[in-house]
């Protein structure tokens, strides 16, 4: 099929789908009226598998679609799994022609049809039959938006994605660098200079379609010339490249491991490096030794490097300083400045500095929250405050009766182990609640660990409580409504990041113009009010 047919078909397709609202029955039943429309014209319809299980398939309207999107389901076998690099399954692709009369026939096929049309981008057939019979234009295909294939086409000089009145640029292209393919299957990189909701897009090549990967990660981006077939991941190399000037910082950066301005490296040795780029500057700022293995996880700090020589597991931070040197014999992942290993058996907690917090003693350790840890030992259980502790180590089957008659019934003194210290853990604060009147309210707070949430002040007893203001904040004194008490807490879009809890709690006011506002007021400057009062 030409392209001028091509653009032909998207268009008679596009108008269908919008006159049916997207109906599959008017769909249909527009297909099977329109004597017009080929009902013998080819549809390319892939089914990926990675050997064990079938995937996903999808349903093309041209040859060169079905190899784009093969080449973008496929091309990648460098991966993370737990954070941790290897090979994934070899994803393949088997490719099926089919006649537009055979997917009207198949309930399967023809949803595949309707979803795809939902994503046509539209062009005028008036327009598109003026184009000459020979026209020739290279089709790039993107498909981030939901794996849905999105696109448009250059025809050697400008960038054409539609000549329809009411075209809309596809949304994963709509501004700033995007990752292209072409109709043979190459990566290439296009940029859209202007500013989103600016008006008229304006497109020019970063890189042409002659490569087999890239990915794109802010202003750097991993490129892969050719493929590499082997069963070792740290074959699997790329260039990073800087968008804005095209400059090569390595050629030995690892496929799929580009995190923003951050990546990992194989030296000589074939071991592993993380380096930092300053992209401002347009070096590489720093790197890290070498190690066997670097585990990258996106939201914690320090990220687990596992000595060449020994094995052992320490940590590096985002900088790429060895701040734990490797010495333990598993990682695992920090959560609130606390790690949980284990040793011969026996659980333990570290801490940022890589110092031991709680010792090897234990079974199961499981962090709570904050510096709270809660601790099983055989048939006893008990919570830890750092390493001291906070309620003292007892008989979980004799404390099994606290909770509810079902967790009784149906688990185990294991399966009842957190849930149980859980609801022991907060009845002790509960416990607190009796000194709510007793004392000032600074000090009732100072009772507590430093409030960082929503739930700390519920376990407080303090959210939604009635408190007195005893000065309010003087730029806000004339817009305030005065009330005789007000409310601590917040309301959407507030958050608790939005105040100082160590110093201050969130109070609810009405402004005189009727609307609502949240201020954070020194501890100092509150009394609570009995709620009965």
Known sequence: MTKKNLLITYAVYYNIYQQSNGDKKKIKQAFMQDKEIDKNRLFYY???????????????????????????????????????????????????????????????WFNELVKRMAYLVPFDIDEMKKLPDDYSVQTLWNFEHHLEAQFLF????????????????????????????????????????????????????????DYHYIKIEGLLSEVQKEPVDTDD???????????????????????????SDRCITVDEDRLLRYIMIDTKNRRIEKQSKSYLNIITPVIYMLKPVQSPKTKLWGYI?????????????????????????????????????????????????????????????????????????????FNLKEKHSLLSGAYTADFSEEELFVPLLSYLFKRKKSALHDKLYKMELKEYVGLFDTFKSQMDLVEAGLWWHPVRVKELPKQYEEMIQKEPYYIIGWSYPASAGMFDLSSELPVMFEKKDGSSLTLGIEIEKLELVKRDS
């Open 233 to 259: 991941f740290r074959e699997y190399l790329c260039d990073i490249v800087d968008l804005e000037t095209k400059d090569i910082y390595t050629n030995k950066a690892l496929c799929n491991s580009l995190d």
């Open 154 to 209: 250059y025809d050697g000089k400008e960038f054409l994605f539609s000549t329809h009145k009411d075209a809309t640029l596809p949304s994963s292209l709509d501004y700033g660098y995007s990752v292209v393919i072409d109709d043979s299957g190459k990566y290439g990189i296009i940029h859209n200079k202007t500013k989103l909701l600016s008006g008229e897009p304006e497109f020019e090549w970063i890189l042409d379609c």
């Open 46 to 108: 892939n089914r990926f598998s990675d050997g064990e299980r079938s995937r996903d398939s999808f349903l093309c309207f041209s040859e060169g679609e079905a190899i784009a999107r093969e080449a973008y389901t496929t091309h990648e076998r460098a991966t993370k799994k737990f954070y941790l690099y290897e090979l994934e399954p070899q994803i393949s692709s088997q490719m099926k022609r089919i006649t537009l009369e055979e997917i009207l026939g198949s309930e399967v």
């Open 317 to 393: 931070d985002k900088a790429c300083n060895e701040v734990i040197s490797p010495r333990f014999n598993e990682y695992a992942f920090f959560n609130d400045g606390y790690a949980i290993l284990k040793e011969n058996g026996k659980a333990f907690v570290i801490d940022e500095k890589g110092e031991i917090v709680i010792p090897p003693l234990y079974e199961v350790i499981v962090h709570h929250k904050d510096d709270y840890f809660f601790i099983k030992n055989g048939k006893k259980g008990a919570v830890f405050k750092r390493d001291e502790i906070y309620i003292d180590f």
